[in-house]
């Protein structure tokens, strides 16, 4: 199993609104960004994520799992665009800030403090283990 980060601002999608959405889960669409959509490419059903809410509150506030493989992006008609589904698992007992894992030396090198633009992340092993330590589970 693959570790990774979702990003999205809580205004356009939010945890509540990816929770709604059930088993079915949820097309991780708009992703126009060639690093995040290879990242998607990898991911195999099962794979499990952060769901983070970037610009308003910066933090990390559920686990999602991935639920559909890699398929064209329904909301564009552009075959380079592609997504994959995830339904919602877990909230974070206690959400884990960004100002969280940036004050973690061991997390100085996880994606999310490296690479803050991109949307869809891949987070270590050891990261994801510390993270859910320190968001509760």
């Given amino acids: 199993m693959a570790y990774w980060l979702f990003k999205s601002e809580p205004f356009k999608w939010s945890w509540d609104m990816q929770k709604a959405k ?3 889960g949820e097309e991780w ?3 126009r960004n060639y ?3 290879n990242f998607m490419r990898d991911m195999k059903i099962g794979d499990q994520g952060f769901f983070y809410h970037s ?3 910066k933090e990390i506030v559920g686990i999602v799992e991935v639920c559909k493989e890699i398929h ?3 909301t564009v008609d552009d075959p380079r665009w592609e997504c994959v589904d ?3 698992v877990k909230d974070m007992p206690k959400p884990v800030t960004l100002a969280d894992v940036k004050a973690t030396p061991e997390l100085a090198e996880m994606a999310l403090v490296k690479s ?3 949307s869809v992340q891949p ?3 050891e990261e994801w283990a510390l993270v859910c330590k320190m968001g509760g589970l």
Avoid: F, T
């Fill in 72 to 74: 064209p992006d329904s």
């Fill in 123 to 125: 987070v270590r092993p």
């Fill in 86 to 88: 995830i339904k919602a």
């Fill in 116 to 118: 803050m633009r991109l």
């Fill in 55 to 57: 610009n308003e509150g």
């Fill in 29 to 31: 669409d708009g992703i």
């Fill in 35 to 37: 690093q995040a959509r």
């Fill in 22 to 24: 059930g088993d079915a």
